[in-house]
C-alpha cells in the first residue's frame, strides 16, 4: 500500500493560532513517531507512539505542543498559541514494531509557516 | 538536542567520484542509520549497521562504524548526479525509543 501521507503539505498561519496536522501512518505500523526540522537542520524528535502504551512525549518543547494517536492509525500533532520559532517542517515516521532497530518510514512532512 | 554531527557539512564532487561523510555521537548506541533527504522534505531509509557491525555494504553505499571512537562513516561509490541530497546520521541510543539525528552533509554531485 500508500506510504506514510501527512496533511496539510503547507500551512501558513498567524501567530496566536492553533493548528493541527495530520499523520496517516502505514497500515500496520504500530510505531509512529513525530519530528521537527527547521530549516538547515537536522531532525529533532518531538514525540513516540508505540501501540496501547503510553506515548513517550519527552521530545516536545513546550506544553503548547500535544499529539493523540487512534489505536494503531492516524495521529494529530496539535499546536497551540502559535510562536514563529514554531515555523519548521513537521515529519511523521512510522515503523513495523517499535524497537530500536527497525527502519523508519517518513512522510513527506508539513511546512508550517508562523507570521 | 541532536546527537550527532556529521562532516563536512556540504561536499561537492564530480560525477563518478566518491563521496565520503563522516558521522560522530556522543553515546552508546544499539545501532546507526543514514538517511537521504531530497528537498527538505521526507527522508529515505538507506542503511542500517549494529552496534556489533564494523562494515556493512549495499550496492554503491559502504557504511563503517567505530564504536571505541563513536564515528560512523558513509561512502558512496561512483557518485551520480541523483546523488545530490543531504545525508543524515541517526543513532538509536541504548535503551531508547527514538532516532537522534546529525546536522547532515549536503551532498551535491555536478554533472
Known amino acids: 500500500g500508500a506510504g506514510v501521507s501527512q496533511s496539510p503539505s503547507n500551512k501558513v498561519t498567524e501567530k496566536g493560532k492553533d493548528v493541527e496536522l495530520r499523520c496517516d501512518p502505514i497500515s500496520g505500523h504500530t510505531a509512529l513517531y513525530w519530528y521537527r526540522q527547521r530549516l538547515g537542520q537536522g531532525l529533532e524528535f518531538l514525540i513516540y507512539?508505540?501501540?496501547?502504551?503510553?506515548?513517550?512525549k519527552s521530545g516536545l518543547p513546550s506544553d503548547r505542543f500535544s499529539a493523540e494517536r487512534t489505536g494503531e492509525s492516524v495521529s494529530t500533532l496539535t499546536i497551540q498559541r502559535t510562536q514563529q520559532e514554531d515555523s519548521a517542517v513537521y515529519l511523521c515516521?512510522?515503523?513495523?514494531?517499535?524497537?530500536?532497530?527497525?527502519?523508519?518510514?517518513f512522510g513527506p512532512g508539513t511546512r508550517l509557516t508562523v507570521l | 538536542s541532536q546527537q550527532g554531527e556529521e562532516d563536512p557539512q556540504a561536499l561537492s564532487i564530480q560525477e563518478g567520484e566518491n563521496a565520503t561523510m563522516n558521522c560522530s555521537y556522543k553515546?552508546?548506541?544499539?545501532?546507526l542509520q543514514w538517511y537521504r533527504q531530497n528537498s527538505g522534505r521526507g527522508l529515505v531509509h538507506l542503511i542500517l549497521?549494529?552496534?556489533?557491525?564494523r562494515e556493512k555494504h549495499s550496492g554503491r553505499l559502504r557504511v563503517t562504524l567505530d564504536t571505541s571512537k563513536k564515528s560512523s562513516s558513509l561512502l558512496i561509490t561512483a557518485s551520480r548526479a541523483a546523488d545530490t541530497a543531504s545525508y543524515f546520521c541517526?543513532?538509536?541510543?541504548?535503551?531508547?525509543?527514538?532516532?537522534?539525528f546529525g546536522t547532515g552533509t549536503r551532498l551535491t554531485v555536478i554533472p
Open positions: 507512539f508505540q501501540g496501547n502504551s503510553a506515548p513517550d
Open positions: 541517526a543513532t538509536v541510543q541504548t535503551g531508547a525509543n527514538n532516532l537522534f
Open positions: 515516521a512510522s515503523s513495523f514494531r517499535g524497537s530500536p532497530g527497525n527502519e523508519q518510514f
Open positions: 549497521i549494529r552496534s556489533n557491525e
Open positions: 553515546t552508546s548506541i544499539n545501532n
